[in-house]
């Protein structure tokens, strides 16, 4: 048999309305089954037909159907022709009766289930599993089990203390968290601090500047910082936005780089000013300070254009401990 849900109608029969020869795959009621008298029941379902005559008896299957007419039908599932059914005239009974192919379709159907608590892969679907039931557990779920789309929230792992976007910050981590944490504090590893690099004028009409921001600044900015950068520190100047397309932003020993040489040390660069992602950074380190502290100030300038900088200045500082002086918003720390 088949593992299918057969439908069935109670207290129906009625008659062929044309003769079934007994190579006819399909073939016509002149009344459809309905579940309640008025709504024709869905394929696939069984018939009998000629039921009371023993010589003539067929179980036919019924596959595809439209009102009284059986567009697909699977003749002798008894077998109890050989698959030789008779020819079925007009008029001859035709009655829905429980038969044997009804159990076996359940049974196959059990038997497709398979055995779900053994080893066996089986499809459900649209099913509920009540897994809060006594006695009830669902065990051996693997990773590959789950399906990409299959979002669990946050608050069903663990005590549910840490939300979906606190989960969502893992994402940029690259190595072990602790690990990270232990290299700063036994400092072998930079921090970077991240600065906002904006170009407007200083306010006479004539002189465009660069302007800071950092941390919970915001607007244009303050214009010629002096800035205290210390070792061990990484200052990452963030040059993409778009006042900065023309300029370039660079370190030198001298005011406005007035001794045409460019400080590098330590210096990487990426993008281009004014592009998405362009940035300046320098790292401060015992060779960014150069012997006996030969590098102490440096300059920020724009080689395309004078007076960028300013006033401003950076001061390079062995110190190590970092914090913000807001009286002139410069980067300060005490050693």
């Keep these: 048999m088949t593992a299918q849900e057969v439908k069935f109608s109670n207290f129906y029969e009625s008659t062929l309305a044309s003769l079934m020869a007994s190579s006819a795959t399909s073939g016509t009621l002149t009344a459809a089954p309905t579940s309640n008298g008025t709504s024709n029941i869905s394929v696939p379902y069984y018939l009998v037909v000629d039921p009371d005559e023993q010589s003539k008896r067929e179980v036919i299957l019924v596959t595809a159907a439209s009102g009284v007419s059986m567009t697909?039908?699977?003749?002798?599932?008894?077998?109890?022709?050989?698959?030789?059914?008779?020819?079925?005239?007009?008029?001859?009974?035709?009655?829905?009766?429980?038969?044997?192919?009804?159990?076996?379709?359940?049974?196959?159907?059990?038997?497709?289930?398979?055995?779900?608590?053994?080893?066996?892969?089986?499809?459900?679907?649209?099913?509920?599993?009540?897994?809060?039931?006594?006695?009830?557990?669902?065990?051996?779920?693997e990773n590959a089990d789950i399906k990409a789309a299959a979002a669990i929230d946050a608050a069903k792992i663990?005590?549910?203390?840490?939300?979906?976007?606190?989960?969502?910050?893992?994402?940029?981590?690259?190595s072990a968290i602790q690990t990270q944490l232990d290299n700063i504090t036994a400092g072998t590893s930079t921090l970077t601090v991240p600065i906002t690099v904006k170009v407007a004028d200083d306010?006479?009409?004539?002189?465009?500047?660069?302007?800071?921001?950092?941390?919970?600044?915001?607007?244009?900015?303050?214009?010629?910082?002096?800035?205290?950068?210390?070792?061990?520190?990484?200052?990452?100047?963030?040059?993409?936005?778009?006042?900065?397309s023309g300029h370039n932003f660079k370190f030198s020993v001298t005011k406005d780089n007035s001794g045409s040489s460019e400080f590098t040390t330590n210096v990487t660069t990426a993008g281009t000013p004014g592009s998405a992602n362009a940035s300046t950074t320098i790292e401060i380190t015992p060779e960014t300070l150069g012997i006996a502290g030969a590098t102490s100030i440096l300059y920020y300038?724009?080689?395309?254009?004078?007076?960028?900088?300013?006033?401003?200045?950076?001061?390079?500082?062995?110190?190590?401990?970092?914090?913000?002086?807001?009286?002139?918003?410069?980067?300060?720390?005490n050693g």
């Design 203 to 244: 306010g006479s009409g004539s002189q465009n500047v660069f302007y800071f921001l950092n941390g919970s600044d915001s607007g244009a900015g303050t214009r010629s910082t002096n800035f205290v950068f210390k070792v061990g520190f990484k200052y990452k100047f963030d040059t993409s936005d778009s006042s900065l």
């Design 158 to 174: 663990h005590n549910g203390n840490v939300s979906n976007t606190e989960f969502g910050y893992l994402d940029g981590v690259s």
């Design 72 to 141: 697909t039908i699977q003749r002798d599932k008894e077998g109890r022709h050989s698959g030789s059914p008779p020819d079925h005239q007009a008029d001859t009974v035709v009655r829905m009766a429980v038969v044997k192919e009804m159990f076996e379709d359940i049974h196959d159907r059990v038997d497709a289930a398979g055995d779900v608590t053994g080893t066996s892969t089986t499809t459900f679907t649209n099913k509920t599993f009540n897994a809060d039931g006594t006695g009830n557990s669902i065990t051996n779920i």
């Design 301 to 333: 300038y724009c080689s395309n254009h004078s007076g960028m900088g300013g006033n401003g200045k950076i001061s390079l500082d062995a110190g190590s401990a970092f914090k913000l002086n807001g009286a002139k918003q410069f980067f300060a720390l």
